[in-house]
């Protein structure tokens, strides 16, 4: 009889020892899933917010080409050509703004994304080289606040 006992004992140890140890490990896994997803989300996060900040000063350049190029001669092969560039650099830049939107659910970030752009598409509209000069100032500076606000997601 003392023998079925120690058995039973043995039996249910050995049970709940399964059980607990099923217990952990699930958790564990969960775990260990989130800080995998996590990591992938601040991987994918720290890709677009640098594409986008690279995308945004390449069009900056584009659009400060584009000025230049109006300013010698505004029916020029040179201004069509830069023109074409500048609208292929918005384009491209406003893709990267898109997945910025998708990838943040901070309002703080993609208002400096959204301003950045604007303040980018603003720089071929100035009147005269001082205006140009301040126009880009703005938008270097707007593109910087973006990069500041989308680095403290990603540290």
């Excluded at 990267?96 to 980018?120: F, G, I, M, P, S």
Aim: aromatic content about 8%; overall charge positive; some cysteine.
């Amino acid at each position: 009889m003392e023998a079925i006992g120690t058995s039973a004992v043995a039996v249910g140890g050995t049970l709940m020892g399964a059980v607990i140890t099923h217990f952990f490990q699930r958790l564990a896994s969960r775990r260990s899933e989130l800080f995998a997803r996590s990591e992938a989300l601040r991987q994918e996060r720290i890709a677009t917010y640098s594409s986008f900040a690279a995308a945004a000063e390449d069009y900056r350049h584009g659009q400060a080409d584009r000025w230049y190029r109006k300013q010698q001669d505004p029916d020029g092969e040179s201004f069509i050509t830069a023109r074409d560039e500048a609208h292929r650099l918005r384009a491209a830049t406003r893709q990267v703004l898109y997945r910025v939107k998708l990838l943040t659910d901070d309002r703080e970030v993609t208002l400096a994304a959204e301003r950045a752009y604007q303040c980018t598409r603003d720089v071929s509209t100035a009147r005269d080289q001082a205006e140009r000069d301040a126009l880009d100032v703005r938008a270097r500076r707007a593109i910087e606040a973006f990069v500041a606000h989308a680095s403290l997601l990603v540290r």
